[in-house]
């Protein structure tokens, strides 16, 4: 087995190709153009049929190299970014450079053989996509918004819009009337603040109505969940990227930092809380769970046993988020069953 390790960047790939012993057999830089690639695939061609490409999971760079070596019916190993560091320290050649960082992706990839495969992107990256834009759009909201105040508590001290008035249309009506007493350089870019955040906020709900019914699509039983919106299940389904590549709802569980860690060190029945993980799936949990704490009578219930039997507040809402990760797991893998199991007698 030839693993082909890639260090990617904007302009050039760098290919290493090494052995099943992690001995390096040749290199090789090409552009990160779709003619860079196909000399890529002919370079790797020299070693043979059983091969495996091996790219670090930072899909901004990779993500159209990625599509076309699978379109030409290639093997792809996605590598994590954490597990580089380590990789290069026990490395025998030190420093940092495109050759290091590449054999260190291919090494990798021989050392934990669980690694997922990639996959051609389908509707979990339009979900994604849509999320990012609509985030990016809210945070640029956030920025006039913070503007605004000042300019209004310069125009009017007294005049302060409640938290999260300035979001919606009655808010921007009220604060525009009061702009409408005063005049001036101040009050004129004011009234430009407020005109550009009623049209950023008309866009972002415009954006949660398509997010919503392309979630209906992709993933109806996340929106089943007691407390999960249409923008914790996007996030949900945008950050997973295809459940099908967690080996185990646990592996999924650990993936999002919702697992706890054994302390271990003469106390394996000991855990601490997991800071790992991907931040904005432990996120949508988080939200999810404090909502049931608020609307669901089963998580309420399963808390209060909790707290009951020796657990913090903190600590029985972790053990919610856990349990949630199994549900959203075990969802995720009820959406993408196949259509085959289907009956199509029942549905006909």
């Given at each position: 087995?030839?693993?082909?390790?890639v260090?990617?960047?904007k302009?050039?790939?760098?290919?290493?190709?090494?052995?099943?012993?992690?001995?390096e057999?040749?290199s090789?830089t090409?552009?990160?153009?779709s003619?860079?690639?196909l000399?890529?695939v002919?370079?790797?061609?020299?070693?043979?049929?059983?091969?495996?490409?091996?790219?670090?999971?930072?899909r901004?760079?990779?993500?159209?190299?990625?599509?076309?070596?699978?379109a030409a019916?290639?093997?792809?190993?996605?590598?994590?970014?954490?597990?580089?560091?380590?990789?290069?320290k026990?490395?025998?050649?030190?420093?940092?450079?495109?050759p290091?960082?590449?054999?260190?992706?291919a090494?990798?990839?021989?050392?934990?053989?669980?690694?997922?495969?990639?996959?051609?992107d389908?509707?979990?990256?339009?979900?994604?996509?849509?999320?990012?834009?609509?985030?990016?759009?809210?945070?640029e909201r956030?920025?006039?918004?913070?503007?605004?105040?000042?300019?209004?508590?310069?125009?009017?001290?007294?005049f302060?819009?409640?938290?999260g008035?300035?979001?919606?249309y009655?808010?921007?009506?009220?604060?525009?009337?009061?702009?409408?007493?005063h005049s001036?350089?101040?009050?004129d870019?004011?009234?430009?603040?407020?005109a550009?955040?009623?049209?950023?906020?008309?866009e972002a709900?415009q954006?949660?109505?398509?997010?919503?019914?392309?979630?209906?699509?992709?993933?109806?039983?996340?929106?089943?969940?007691?407390?999960?919106?249409?923008?914790?299940?996007a996030k949900?389904?945008?950050e997973?990227?295809?459940v099908?590549?967690?080996?185990s709802?646990?592996a999924?569980?650990?993936?999002?930092?919702?697992?706890?860690?054994?302390?271990?060190?003469?106390?394996?029945d000991?855990y601490?809380?997991?800071?790992?993980?991907?931040?904005?799936?432990?996120?949508?949990l988080h939200?999810?769970?404090?909502?049931?704490?608020?609307?669901?009578?089963?998580a309420?219930?399963?808390?209060?046993?909790?707290?009951?039997?020796?657990?913090?507040?903190?600590?029985?809402?972790?053990v919610?988020?856990?349990?949630l990760?199994?549900?959203?797991?075990?969802?995720?893998?009820?959406?993408?069953?196949?259509p085959?199991t289907?009956?199509?007698?029942?549905?006909?």
């Amino acid at each position: 087995m030839v693993v082909v390790g890639v260090d990617a960047h904007k302009r050039t790939h760098t290919l290493v190709a090494v052995d099943s012993n992690g001995q390096e057999l040749g290199s090789v830089t090409v552009r990160a153009t779709s003619a860079g690639h196909l000399e890529a695939v002919k370079w790797v061609a020299q070693f043979g049929e059983h091969r495996m490409w091996a790219l670090e999971d930072c899909r901004n760079m990779t993500r159209r190299f990625e599509s076309e070596l699978l379109a030409a019916g290639e093997t792809v190993i996605r590598v994590p970014t954490k597990m580089m560091a380590g990789a290069r320290k026990g490395a025998r050649e030190s420093g940092k450079s495109d050759p290091i960082d590449a054999a260190a992706v291919a090494r990798a990839a021989l050392r934990e053989p669980k690694l997922p495969r990639a996959h051609l992107d389908g509707p979990a990256r339009e979900v994604k996509l849509l999320v990012d834009y609509r985030e990016a759009l809210v945070r640029e909201r956030t920025a006039a918004q913070n503007r605004l105040r000042w300019r209004l508590h310069e125009l009017e001290p007294e005049f302060d819009p409640p938290p999260g008035s300035l979001s919606r249309y009655r808010g921007l009506d009220r604060t525009m009337v009061m702009l409408e007493r005063h005049s001036g350089l101040v009050a004129d870019l004011a009234s430009r603040e407020v005109a550009r955040i009623r049209a950023i906020t008309e866009e972002a709900n415009q954006l949660e109505r398509e997010i919503r019914r392309l979630v209906e699509q992709v993933a109806p039983s996340l929106l089943q969940l007691p407390g999960c919106g249409s923008l914790s299940a996007a996030k949900l389904v945008g950050e997973t990227a295809g459940v099908e590549r967690f080996r185990s709802r646990d592996a999924f569980a650990m993936w999002a930092g919702a697992a706890p860690i054994p302390v271990w060190s003469g106390h394996p029945d000991r855990y601490r809380l997991n800071r790992g993980g991907n931040r904005q799936v432990n996120a949508a949990l988080h939200r999810i769970a404090i909502t049931q704490l608020r609307i669901h009578p089963d998580a309420q219930a399963y808390v209060q046993r909790r707290i009951a039997a020796g657990n913090t507040k903190k600590e029985a809402l972790r053990v919610l988020k856990r349990r949630l990760a199994d549900v959203v797991y075990r969802s995720l893998l009820n959406d993408a069953a196949p259509p085959s199991t289907i009956d199509l007698k029942a549905a006909a």
